[in-house]
């Protein structure tokens, strides 16, 4: 299911992202999973101003590849700052706000 064009990664509540394919991204990659990552990626970093720029397009750079890296390591999993299924899983259980 693809992201619906109003999508904007900078709203941080828990559990509003919809559900997204899981293609492996890495830095160079762009796009509306990007641009959830990204959001999903602010919104458990705990910034208050998690972006100035506008919605989309999305792009996957070093910045994005440092905060896959922080979260890959916080949460055990393998530090390659590659966006693969164990990543996807954990993000999506974050999106929802950590349910048990």
Known sequence: MAIPPAFDPRNC???????????TRRQGSSGNEVGYLQGVLRCTSGQTNPCAALPGPWYFGSTTTTAVRNF?????????????PQTWGVIDWAAKGFPT
Request: charged share 10%.
């Open 72 to 84: 890959q390591s916080f949460w055990g999993l393998v530090v390659d700052g590659v966006v693969g």
């Open 13 to 23: 509540k828990y559990g509003i992202y919809p559900t997204v394919t899981k293609s």
